[in-house]
């Protein structure tokens, strides 16, 4: 039966917003309160209440089990069953109020477990709030520092510039946060096997749009483009392609879709020679 509240809107049941996930379940007779699961469930759905490990809410639980491998008892378990959907946001607002390391803990935990939809989520979160990613913030460090280093010792292994996910130009969203006042680098994706210092020379600092112009849709990939730069604040567009001839038409959908989003975006084009040098 539907009930309204006694300003005429409709209130849904609760019942109505269930729906069968995964979700942990503790076996109250097995714990013994000992709190071992509470630091590894930075969402905050669990407490120690009545000397016992409780789910205090189904919002706050992602149902991934990291607590699980903490239990020394063995009282806690995956099930699914009917429960409220995950909310990252509410999640987030917990998050936050634990400070750096309980974002950046949080954040890998996503990431680890591939949980792309709700990482994303909490990247906007963060946006909206002004609050700086910790990941961002502690790479830029670790990147100054490094750099030096692999300056003096050539031979050193390189340090990932990739700044999200996907890349490939099927996969991208349209809108998402890190397109904002984003500096694109579109690059044919057999360029980054050819010149070694890909991530050094071309991608720090921007964010990656990948694909093959032959191999791939070419209309899809410049209609796609077109409105990432009519939906996002753009800065800067650099195409980089081999110099073999059917990776220019990469440089020639690009050009086409700068044009067609009506916008006046600085536009850099980049030629590698397959032996890996720039011409």
Not at 90 to 107: C, F, P, S, W, Y
């Amino acid at each position: 039966m539907k009930k309204f509240g006694d300003d005429g809107i409709f209130i849904k049941r609760k019942e109505e917003k269930m729906a069968k996930r995964k979700i942990i379940r503790i076996d109250e007779n097995k714990c013994t309160g000992c709190g071992l699961c509470i630091p590894n469930c930075p969402e905050g759905a669990l407490q120690i209440i009545d000397e016992k490990a409780r789910l205090i809410s189904d919002l706050f639980c992602d149902g991934l089990g990291a607590c699980i491998g903490e239990c020394p008892e063995g009282a806690i378990t995956i099930e699914e069953r009917e429960a409220e959907p995950y909310d990252e946001k509410q999640v987030m607002e917990n998050i936050v109020k634990q400070g750096k390391n309980v974002i950046k803990a949080h954040l890998k935990h996503l990431k680890d477990h591939n949980q792309t939809e709700f990482y994303m989520q909490a990247l906007e979160y963060l946006q909206e709030k002004g609050i700086d990613n910790p990941e961002e913030v502690d790479k830029d460090k670790e990147g100054s520092s490094r750099d030096e280093t692999i300056k003096s010792f050539p031979g050193t292994p390189g340090i990932s510039q990739l700044r999200q996910w996907p890349v490939q130009i099927m996969l991208v969203p349209v809108s998402a946060p890190y397109f904002e006042n984003a500096d694109l680098l579109i690059s044919a994706d057999c360029v980054p096997f050819s010149y070694a210092g890909f991530h050094r020379d071309f991608l720090k600092g921007k964010i990656l749009l990948v694909g093959c112009p032959k191999l791939d849709d070419a209309l899809f990939y410049r209609d796609k483009i077109t409105e990432i730069l009519k939906n996002n604040n753009i800065n800067s567009v650099t195409v980089v392609h081999m110099e073999v001839p059917c990776c220019f038409g990469m440089v020639k959908l690009v050009e086409d879709a700068v044009r067609a989003s009506g916008k006046k975006i600085p536009l850099k084009n980049i030629e590698i020679s397959i032996k890996g040098n720039i011409k």
